[in-house]
């Protein structure tokens, strides 16, 4: 099985110094992943029916008109609460199964994800790190199992554009998945220009920027405006900062073949769209997202890593954004957005060398608005248990053990 490299030789006449420099250990740290195979404690995730429907069918149904008070005042955030609270501190910060599961032979620390070699396969498990700012903020309660399951959830539901190769979830931070040469390169796909970030599409534009990653921008935009078709802008994927690049420059620099470039572009944007469609239904708006693919020891291009997470997306309410874009007031936020602005509002995030703690009623409502949209798109609730009646290390090396003793007898 291939290990995860590189997808393509770098040619050095070619490619940007800036960006040979932006490849490191992250780019190797992630599996694909696919239903191919399940394990007896594999939560299965079912097929959204909306699949099957004509698109005359679904636009005939109006989306619910969320607004701020389900967040707010919702019974269901009354029910979780208190469970959220007791955890703050008993978050997974930091995981090490070297020493808890027999056969891991290494493990790369990425942002959110520990990632370990398991011989075959690769074990992914989601902590509850918060990243922005390409660092560590917070950690945040049940934000991995969020994550992981959410992730699980879209895949299973995006088979019909892409294939993945997840192999099986056995915890509910956990994805054991088949190893796959993996492309250097973030597809990031966005509808609105917005953002707070350095590469965020608002940023750059503000500075004058009309050109960026090979899409050209008419002038007279302003903050949260729906463009008028989504655009891709890729960026390298770097260890410490994330850099624009444009198609070209991605094949001129030996990252992707033309042919492969423009295979996963249309999974992007196909992935993209579907995401929307059906963040419409439920009474979101997806505003913008990442997607990473690698390449699977069969040739086919495979999504992998994560898809239409809080983490790696940005969620806003339907109903509001029209009026408050008229207005000139921020879109209301099922995602981290608001926590990266108190982060800008209170400190340099880039270079203080020393951030604050984030307060404890960010993290709580954080926590909260993860599980609210986990539930809000797929229609079911999360099942959280409180961290204390066992550690999550604990439960994690349990569970994988097993899995990874099931999946070798199979072999």
């Known amino acids: 099985m291939a290990q995860c490299v590189r997808s393509s030789t770098l040619n050095p006449s070619r490619t940007p110094q800036s960006f040979i420099r932006t490849v490191s250990a992250k780019t190797r740290a992630f599996a694909s992943v696919s239903f191919l195979r399940t394990l007896p404690e594999f939560k299965k995730y079912p097929v959204m029916s909306c699949q099957g429907k004509a698109q005359s069918q679904q636009e005939q149904i109006?989306?619910?008109?969320?607004?701020?008070?389900?967040?707010?005042?919702s019974n269901r955030k009354g029910e979780v609460l208190g469970t959220i609270k007791d955890s703050l501190s008993n978050c997974l910060s930091e995981t090490n199964l070297l020493e808890t599961v027999p056969g891991l032979k290494s493990r790369i620390k990425g942002k959110v994800r520990d990632i370990y070699d398991a011989g075959d396969y690769l074990v992914l498990v989601t902590t509850d790190r918060l990243s922005a700012f390409d660092r560590n903020l917070a950690s945040i309660p049940f934000k991995g199992q969020v994550l992981n399951e959410t992730s699980l959830w879209w895949f299973n539901n995006t088979q019909h554009i892409t294939p993945n190769a997840v192999v099986s979830s056995p915890d509910r931070n956990v994805v054991i998945a088949k190893k796959c040469s993996v492309f250097p390169i973030e597809f990031v796909v966005r509808g609105y220009v917005t953002g707070s970030t350095d590469t965020s599409l608002w940023t750059v534009y503000k500075k004058g920027v009309r050109n960026y990653c090979g899409n050209v921008l008419s002038d007279g935009l302003v903050k949260n405006q729906k463009l008028p078709a989504n655009i891709?802008?890729?960026t390298t994927k770097a260890e410490d900062h994330d850099v624009p690049i444009t198609p070209n420059e991605i094949v001129e620099g030996g990252f992707m073949t033309q042919a492969e470039f423009d295979e996963a572009s249309m999974k992007a944007l196909s992935l993209f769209e579907f995401g929307q469609r059906v963040a419409k239904e439920h009474g979101l708006i997806l505003v913008d997202t990442k997607?990473?693919?690698?390449?699977?020891?069969d040739g086919s291009i495979l999504l992998i890593d994560e898809i239409h997470t809080p983490d790696s997306s940005r969620y806003w309410l339907a109903g509001s954004y029209e009026e408050r874009f008229q207005k000139g007031l921020e879109p209301e936020n099922v995602d981290k957005e608001?926590?990266?602005?108190?982060?800008?509002?209170n400190?340099?995030?880039?270079?203080?060398?020393?951030?604050?703690?984030?307060?404890?009623?960010?993290?709580?409502?954080?926590?909260?608005?993860?599980?609210?949209?986990?539930?809000?798109?797929?229609?079911?609730?999360?099942?959280?248990?409180?961290?204390?009646?066992?550690?999550?290390?604990?439960?994690?090396?349990?569970?994988?053990?097993?899995?990874?003793?099931?999946l070798r007898r199979q072999l």
């Open 232 to 234: 891709l802008t890729p």
């Open 347 to 406: 400190c340099n995030p880039y270079e203080d060398e020393v951030l604050p703690a984030a307060p404890a009623e960010l993290v709580t409502e954080l926590a909260w608005r993860y599980i609210f949209l986990y539930e809000t798109i797929t229609g079911s609730r999360i099942d959280i248990l409180p961290t204390q009646q066992e550690p999550i290390h604990d439960r994690i090396s349990r569970n994988t053990s097993q899995a990874l003793s099931s």
């Open 291 to 297: 997607y990473e693919f690698g390449r699977s020891s």
């Open 338 to 345: 608001f926590i990266r602005l108190w982060f800008k509002e």
């Open 62 to 73: 109006p989306p619910p008109q969320l607004s701020l008070d389900d967040l707010v005042t």
